[in-house]
């Protein structure tokens, strides 16, 4: 890989980033930060929350671009780091940054159609492209990357399950000096989760300095998880 076509991946596309971080703060953050907020400090938050997500796509670690269908997670969880950056700055605590996340993930998802919800649902089950996906992680191309094993359900207990070893997320967030909000991110698992009908549980996370992210899934098992106290709590 071209050294400055790594160093050029996001910077080349800061255009692109920035529209579609302009488009999700419109259509499913400003109503939650009001809620927390008011109006005045919530236009203040949004415009300094876009110059701080400006100022972290220089810094996104490359992992294989397009390539890796979870490039998108880690350009996502960027724009929760500047939002939990800027709301620190106005006194909030990172449980109460994760919980507004939380809130504006919950918003997304009720504004799309149930169908293709579950589509998207049944898209995660296409268990050959998993494999595939878990075996390219174990090369360690990008050492920022995730890497993860697939893990063969019985049917019964799970359907199929994923280790995760190494987190691109906690990897990112500590190089920038934000670990204390890595754990209370985890907890968006569990709304997309419900939303798509994917039934997971998970008992721990890397991010809680567990060994592992144990994600098992289960098609149409109820995911009974709220805004969690312990992110690692079963759905």
């Not at 999700?24 to 005045?40: A, E, F, N, T």
């Not at 415009?47 to 397009?66: C, S, V």
């Not at 920022?144 to 019985?154: A, C, L, N, S």
Request: proline share 3%; hydrophobic share 35%; charged share 30%.
């Amino acid at each position: 890989m071209n050294k400055q076509m790594v160093d050029n991946y996001y910077t080349s596309r800061k255009s692109k980033l920035l529209k579609d971080f302009d488009k999700y703060m419109r259509k499913y953050s400003r109503k939650v930060l009001v809620s927390y907020c008011g109006d005045d400090l919530t236009n203040t938050i949004v415009k300094e929350t876009r110059q701080e997500y400006e100022a972290l796509i220089p810094h996104l670690p490359y992992i294989g671009g397009k390539k890796n269908t979870l490039t998108t997670n880690l350009i996502q969880c960027a724009w929760g780091l500047a939002l939990y950056r800027v709301l620190k700055t106005h006194g909030k605590t990172a449980e109460e940054a994760a919980k507004s996340i939380y809130e504006m993930t919950e918003t997304q998802l009720r504004s799309y159609p149930k169908f293709l919800l579950r589509l998207m649902g049944r898209w995660m089950f296409a268990q050959f492209r998993l494999r595939k996906q878990a075996a390219q992680s174990q090369k360690r191309q990008y050492p920022e990357d995730w890497v993860w094993t697939f893990i063969k359900g019985d049917g019964k207990e799970f359907d199929f399950g994923m280790d995760f070893t190494e987190c691109a997320i906690c990897k990112f967030f500590h190089a920038q000096g934000a670990d204390e909000f890595t754990p209370f991110l985890c907890s968006l698992d569990f709304p997309m989760s419900k939303a798509f009908g994917t039934g997971l549980v998970r008992t721990m996370t890397l991010a809680e300095g567990a060994e592992k992210c144990d994600f098992r899934y289960k098609r149409g098992r109820e995911v009974k998880q709220e805004w969690p106290s312990k992110v690692s709590q079963t759905g």
